[in-house]
Each structure stands twice: as structure tokens, then as C-alpha cells.
């Protein structure tokens, strides 16, 4: 009977407590902040998925330019030209200009079709 008399009286403890904290809490407040809540965290995933987009993107561009340039060395060395022994570095002023140690017509040909092909 004394537990019955001690748990209906910590019921009644906690039936109190209840109902102070259901008169404090204002539940139009509570819905306005939810809500003011849930539109905040749609914007943050928006924003999060561009980002995550955009950095894609640049991602694969860059290896888009690794890719081209391996084509054009592949491309290169079928044809027989070996960038570090037949041509010298091109220079500032012009892009379509390329000194070559060994002037023969087959090179000079190659080099004006690689600069058709830069341009």
C-alpha cells in the first residue's frame, strides 16, 4: 500500500511538472521556429548540392586538359616528333613560330601542320 501511496504521489510530482512546462511553452512560437527551421536547412542543402556541382565540374575539366594532353602526345609520337630532343622552346612574342635544330622539309611540314591544327 506504501508503494501504491509514494508512486501515485510521484505521478502526481510529475503531473505538475507537465503542466508547468505545457503553460510555459508556447506552441505557436514552437511551430513558427520549426518551420523557420526547416526552410533554413532546404537552403543549406541547395546550396551544398551547387557547391558540390560546381566543384565537379571543375574537376572534370581538369581532367579533360589531362586528357588532351595525352591525345596530343600520343598524337605526337606516332608521327615521329619527340618534343624534348627536335624542338626548342617556342618563343614568347609569337605562338606560330618554332625553332627546330634540324630544318629538314618533312619537319617543316609537320611544324605547319601542327600550328594549322593549334590555331
Known amino acids: 500500500m506504501q508503494s501504491n501511496i509514494a508512486l501515485g504521489s510521484a505521478m502526481q510530482g510529475a503531473t505538475k511538472a507537465m503542466a508547468a512546462t505545457n503553460k510555459q511553452m508556447n506552441l505557436p512560437e514552437l511551430q513558427k521556429n520549426m518551420q523557420e527551421f526547416e526552410r533554413q536547412n532546404m537552403q543549406m542543402s541547395m546550396a551544398e548540392e551547387m557547391m558540390s556541382d560546381t566543384i565537379d565540374s571543375v574537376m572534370d575539366d581538369e581532367e579533360d586538359e589531362e586528357e588532351s594532353e595525352e ?49
Request: hydrophobic letters at 45%.
Open 71 to 119: 591525345i596530343m602526345n600520343k598524337v605526337l609520337d606516332e608521327i615521329g616528333i619527340d618534343i624534348g630532343t627536335k624542338m626548342a622552346s617556342v618563343p614568347s612574342g609569337s605562338r606560330s613560330r618554332v625553332a627546330v635544330e634540324d630544318d629538314s622539309e618533312e619537319e617543316k611540314a609537320l611544324l605547319a601542320r601542327m600550328a594549322a591544327l593549334s590555331k
